[in-house]
């Protein structure tokens, strides 16, 4: 009993390889380039942590996007009805993951990425130039006690992200990314030109890529293996839903490889754009989560054009934020459309309903339930964030690769990387790496962690 008005042969395109490229980017660039990567790489030291990340982009991550943007076009279908369709039995669960992980992910991310709304909100209204700069970290204190401000602006930003997604693949998704990505890009530009030419930028070039190896011990691995699955939207089927969007005559390996570049550039940029301003007034770079709410904030309420940069900054944030939220909420309306064949609008509005639900513990997680400890002495909303950097994603990304080298008919994969003019060294250099590389490297780096060796 299919739906009368939705076709089954109906899903939606991308209108051009670059409007795939602006969203699969969009996608990657987010709050984990802005807010996370500065303030993980201040936590674990510096060069060695960001050297290590930037391995396993290579080895690990490119070949992990083209493998999940392989098995979406090929198959034209969300996670689980792409395994179902290749392989079924098992598998299907590994897009199972996906889902629960798209579910998981986007319930947190909303309340953080509400936090960057208020703070353009508090920056538009000049408050940072208004107050003492002692007062500054106080502000994002107040935000985190207010438990109906931060519902608040989860819900605004939720709400933003369901009514882009119901837009459809071309009116909403690749429109908005084609209007916030190039934004994006211009605003982090001048902000890591300024960073560099003040007096703090020396310093925080070489505290981010001087490497001092003996701070690079299995959890610093660890955490910039799970980065970099994060940080590139991989492990969970963002890519291979985006990718099941892509026309027939994109070069899969071009994509990945633009779109890697992307995110990594903007991570360096945002590091290069934050860390001076943190030198040039002396603050310590491992504040933790709170660098880019608390510490950046002091420093805009004391530089000149600290107003002006402060709404920069911020906007910057929220649009990252968005343009990733929206390929999230994509994966779960993408299963709910494929496999229970709902129309958008329906599976748009209760896959944002259902998540916010499930977000309203960690927008709560710093006042009314800052007891409750789910993992170690992490509070809901960090517990959401480690469990599934930490472990959902490596998971998921290890059993896509798993499949990609040992399971996928290696016929599908020769296809579909040669298609757009794809190259052959190109493709044994991949089916090399997802058949050995990664899923050793993806393994090693997990058992590390879990504490076999
Ligand atoms: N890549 C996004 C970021 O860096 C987060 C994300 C993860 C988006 C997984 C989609 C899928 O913020």
């Known amino acids: 009993s299919h739906h009368p008005q939705v076709p089954q042969h109906f899903r939606g395109r991308w209108s051009s390889r670059l409007g795939f490229i602006m969203a699969a980017a969009g996608s990657a660039v987010g709050l984990g380039n802005i807010w996370k990567f500065p303030y993980i790489t201040g936590m674990h030291g510096g060069g060695a942590f960001v050297l290590f990340y930037l391995f396993c982009i290579v080895a690990i991550g490119l070949p992990l996007m083209m493998a999940e943007m392989v098995i979406g076009?090929?198959?034209?279908?969300?996670?689980v009805g792409a395994f179902k369709r290749l392989k079924g039995g098992g598998w299907t669960l590994v897009g199972w993951m996906g889902v629960v992980a798209g579910?998981?992910?986007?319930?947190?991310?909303?309340?953080?990425?509400?936090?960057?709304?208020?703070?353009?909100?508090?920056?538009?209204?000049?408050?940072?130039?208004?107050?003492?700069?002692?007062?500054?970290?106080?502000?994002?204190?107040?935000?985190?006690?207010?438990?109906?401000?931060?519902?608040?602006?989860?819900?605004?930003?939720?709400?933003t992200t369901v009514m882009i997604v119901i837009g459809g693949v071309k009116g909403g998704l690749e429109r908005a990314n084609k209007i916030m990505m190039p934004i994006l890009f211009l605003i982090l530009l001048?902000?890591?030109?300024?960073?560099?030419?003040?007096?703090?930028?020396?310093?925080?070039?070489?505290?981010?890529?001087?490497?001092d190896w003996s701070k690079l011990n299995p959890p610093a691995m660890l955490e910039a293996l799970g980065h970099a699955f994060f940080s590139l939207s991989l492990g969970m089927g963002a890519m291979l839903t985006y990718g099941s969007y892509a026309?027939?005559?994109?070069?899969?390996?071009?994509?990945?490889?633009?779109?890697?570049?992307?995110?990594?550039?903007?991570?360096?940029?945002?590091?290069?754009?934050?860390?001076?301003?943190?030198?040039?007034?002396?603050m310590a770079p491992a504040a933790g989560p709170g660098l880019v709410f608390k510490t950046l904030p002091i420093l805009f309420s004391q530089m000149p054009g600290g107003t002006l940069i402060a709404i920069l900054f911020f906007l910057l944030l929220v649009f990252a934020a968005l343009t990733s939220a929206i390929s999230l909420l994509e994966v779960v309306v993408a299963y709910y459309c494929d496999e229970l064949k709902w129309d958008r609008s329906k599976a748009t509005l209760i896959a944002g309903a259902l998540i916010f639900v499930l977000g309203v513990p960690s927008a709560l997680s710093n006042n009314m339930l800052k007891d409750w400890h789910?993992?170690?002495?992490?509070?809901?909303?960090?517990?959401?964030?480690?469990?599934?950097?930490?472990?959902?994603?490596?998971?998921?990304?290890?059993?896509?690769?798993?499949?990609?080298?040992w399971i996928l008919t290696p016929k599908v994969g020769r296809e579909e990387l040669l298609k757009g003019g794809g190259s052959q060294r190109f493709y044994r250099i991949w089916f090399f790496l997802i058949r050995y590389v990664s899923p050793i490297l993806v393994a090693l780096v997990l058992l590390n962690k879990i504490g076999l060796f």
């Open 103 to 159: 579910f998981v992910i986007l319930s947190y991310y909303c309340v953080v990425a509400g936090w960057a709304v208020d703070y353009l909100w508090l920056a538009l209204k000049g408050t940072f130039s208004h107050h003492h700069a002692d007062q500054v970290p106080q502000l994002f204190g107040d935000l985190l006690t207010s438990d109906l401000s931060q519902l608040f602006w989860q819900a605004i930003f939720m709400v």
């Open 374 to 405: 789910l993992i170690g002495s992490r509070n809901f909303l960090d517990s959401m964030d480690f469990m599934s950097t930490n472990y959902l994603l490596p998971l998921g990304g290890l059993l896509i690769t798993l499949f990609a080298g």
């Open 73 to 79: 076009r090929h198959t034209r279908k969300d996670p």
């Open 190 to 211: 001048a902000l890591a030109g300024y960073g560099l030419i003040s007096p703090g930028g020396a310093k925080a070039f070489q505290f981010l890529f001087a490497p």
């Open 247 to 282: 026309d027939e005559d994109i070069n899969i390996p071009k994509v990945a490889i633009t779109v890697s570049v992307m995110d990594t550039l903007v991570a360096l940029l945002a590091g290069l754009a934050i860390f001076p301003i943190v030198f040039s007034y002396g």
